[in-house]
Structures are given as structure tokens and as C-alpha cells.
T-cell receptor, first 111, second 113 residues
Framework: NAGVTQTPKFQVLKTGQSMTLQCAQD?????MYWYRQDPGMGLRLIYY???????DKGEVPNGYNVSRLNKREFSLRLESAAPSQTSVYFC??????????FGQGTRLTVV | AQSVTQLGSHVSVSEGALVLLRCNYSSSVPPYLFWYVQYPNQGLQLLLKYTSAATLVKGINGFEAEFKKSETSFHLTKPSAHMSDAAEYFCAVSDLRGNKLVFGAGTILRVKS
């Protein structure tokens, strides 16, 4: 089983460029999440989607947008990348009240 | 809104010693609680979870955690540390609705030989 698949795995952007991180899950989960991981700060929630058609802001939503395209896919868009957005991004999905399953992460560098 | 505090960003223990990683949560309703482990350059792996059944939860690799409502705590323990336990550990909380899932800042566990 593929589980949660994120693309790309690595990306280098110039300041001001835009990009979309893709995430897809094949476990029929309702909820999906985007986190960023920075040293000493743990995983911080950017946006989440409790079900198809809904999205909500997390702890650090500024500078990001999301789209829940269908039940399987949840994308994260950076409209104008900034060096402060250099991070490792993780997508996750889960069933209500159960544990989250994570993708392998996207390492993004903004120069 | 729920939140998680992990006391101690770094914990160092000797091989064979007790491991204790602390987690305190804040939630206005009964929570669901999780511990994850992350090895270097890898994704997150579930260690154990509390979802309102038994308050003492056993997980993988000999870890366990006890939910204490009066202390709003969910500390992770292992009786005897092994070198392979060296990793970063994250506590996470979700509310009764089960949607928003937030993590603590993590604790890096070092095991000395």
C-alpha cells in the first residue's frame, strides 16, 4: 500500500517564486493535514481539512494556501516563497480520533 | 484550543536506565493523545495512542504512557533504554471532534553507552 505520497521530495526555489506541494492518500481517510518541521519547533500545523470540501487554518497559515481537491488529495501552495518558508513539509491523513499517517516529507529551500 | 507542552528539548540517559519523556496537554474536552518517534532523516512513526480506553497504554519497542487527567499529562516511559532508542519524540493531541491535531516541540533522546 502506498499510504501517504508527497511530491516532490526536494525543491529549491528563489524568493518570490511559487510552487505547489502535492499530497495524496489511498486509505480513505477523511482528515488531511499539512505541517512544517523546523529544528526545535516540532511540527507546526499549517492547514487541515476535516473532510472533502472543508479547510481550516492551523497554527502558522500565513503565506500558504491549500486545496482539498477530492477525498484523496490535499495540496499546499506557496504563492510567493520567502526564505522563512525554508523547512521540511509533511502531509498526513487520519480517520476521526485515530492516529495520523505521514508522508516522507518535502525538503524545501528558498534562496 | 488544544496545545501540547513537552518539557525538556533534550534528554540524555545511560543505556539500561529509565527513559521518561514528559508531555502535558491543554484541551477543553477529553483528548486523544499520541506519541510519535522520528529517527534521523525519516518520517514519523506512531509509538502509542490514548483514545479514552485504558489509561495505561502500551506501545511498540517497550514504551508505555499513562494518561493522568488530574495532571493533564501523558508522559512516555521505558524501563530500560537501548542505543536504538536515540531519536526525537513528539507528543500530539487531538480533541473529541478528532479533527485538529497539534504537536509538541519534540524531545531529542540521547542514549549514552
Amino acid at each position: 500500500n502506498a499510504g501517504v505520497t508527497q511530491t516532490p521530495k526536494f525543491q529549491v526555489l528563489k524568493t518570490g517564486q511559487s510552487m505547489t506541494l502535492q499530497c495524496a492518500q489511498d486509505m480513505n481517510h477523511n482528515s488531511m493535514y499539512w505541517y512544517r518541521q523546523d529544528p526545535g519547533m516540532g511540527l507546526r500545523l499549517i492547514y487541515y481539512s476535516a473532510s472533502e470540501g472543508t479547510t481550516d487554518k492551523g497554527e502558522v497559515p500565513n503565506g500558504y494556501n491549500v486545496s482539498r481537491l477530492n477525498k484523496r488529495e490535499f495540496s499546499l501552495r506557496l504563492e510567493s516563497a520567502a526564505p522563512s518558508q525554508t523547512s521540511v513539509y509533511f502531509c498526513a491523513s487520519r480517520k476521526w480520533s485515530q492516529e495520523a499517517f505521514f508522508g516522507q516529507g518535502t525538503r524545501l529551500t528558498v534562496v | 484550543a488544544q496545545s501540547v507542552t513537552q518539557l525538556g528539548s533534550h534528554v540524555s540517559v545511560s543505556e539500561g536506565a529509565l527513559v521518561l519523556l514528559r508531555c502535558n496537554y491543554s484541551s477543553s474536552v477529553p483528548p486523544y493523545l499520541f506519541w510519535y518517534v522520528q529517527y534521523p532523516n525519516q518520517g514519523l512513526q506512531l509509538l502509542l495512542k490514548y483514545t479514552s480506553a485504558a489509561t495505561l497504554v502500551k506501545g511498540i519497542n517497550g514504551f508505555e504512557a499513562e494518561f493522568k487527567k488530574s495532571e493533564t499529562s501523558f508522559h512516555l516511559t521505558k524501563p530500560s533504554a537501548h542505543m536504538s532508542d536515540a531519536a526525537e519524540y513528539f507528543c500530539a493531541v487531538s480533541d473529541l471532534r478528532g479533527n485538529k491535531l497539534v504537536f509538541g516541540a519534540g524531545t531529542i533522546l540521547r542514549v549514552k553507552s
